[in-house]
């Protein structure tokens, strides 16, 4: 009787269904049906119930997994810490991150790491929903909002502040009185996320100010598609400076009120609690340390 099917079992209840655990472990989905099937037939009993659309355990088997998933979830986590022990960066590396962060701030650092480890392989899936760390099997999920709910057994760490302004279309500034305070964008067509109700600054003399978004054009959780909009002059974006610094530089966008500070972009890795770090995620953590000081420090 071997323990891995025990283990490979454990792994397609808790990833709710062959298909999914073979994703997740990066094996044959073939290879788990049969290491189920092996162990149904040494047991004598039906572990599960398999229909077109769902996966449902028997009484036998709700029992095994409640018996055997503690102890298999431990041994996984002792061999995941003493892996991290070691220095040699390689295996996969799987990432998961909202779209503008993803597509925009990561490229360059996965880069690198990919030219100074040849033995790693990454995975990067630019997501608009949040995701769960442990039921996608992910090593760092990024998220651009602080958690103050996050599931047991995760922690937030603070990773990058990107600074954001305001951005429009030169013919859509042309077409407005002149700005000289936030409040005069009370009537401008605005471009913000689906979240925000406010957008947050602080003025030229450090006090705080709000302005309510009270005339949306577009709300969308997608940064390229607000840029898009704002290149049309719908609206004002506020968005990461460095993702529009060559519009602007091309005459493209202007940024408004460059001295009033909006509240920046911060950006949270979400990481397992009590569990040592992988070379693998310290690696990418290096990268992305050298990737916002490039940021701060662009000459």
Known sequence: MSWDDFDLFCQVVEHGGFTAAANALQRPKSSLSAAVARLERQ?????????????????????????????????????????????????????????????????????????????????????????DLFDRQVDVVFSMTEHSDLSPGTVARRVFTIPRGLFAAPELV?????????????????LPTPSEQAWHFTDPDGAPVSLPLHQVRLRSANAETRLHAALGGHGVART???????????????????????????????????RLMPAKVRALFQELTHQEMSMLNPG
């Open 174 to 190: 042309a077409s407005r009185p002149p700005l000289r305070t936030l409040a005069d964008l009370t009537d401008w067509p605005l």
């Open 43 to 131: 047991l004598g009993v039906r572990l599960l119930e398999r229909t077109t659309r769902r996966l449902r355990l028997t009484d036998a088997g709700r029992e095994l997994h409640r018996d055997i998933e503690a102890p298999f979830r431990h041994l996984r986590d002792v061999a995941r810490d003493t892996q991290a022990r070691g220095e040699r960066v390689h295996g996969t590396l799987h990432i998961a991150s909202p779209y503008e962060f993803g597509a925009h701030y990561l490229s360059a650092p996965i880069g690198r790491l990919l030219a100074r480890h040849p033995e790693l392989q990454i995975e990067l899936d630019v997501e608009h929903s949040r995701i």
């Open 240 to 274: 990461t400076a460095s993702f529009c610094a060559p519009l602007v530089k091309q005459g493209r966008l202007l940024a408004l009120l460059p001295d009033w500070q909006s509240a920046p972009l911060r950006i949270f890795a979400l990481l397992p609690a009590n």
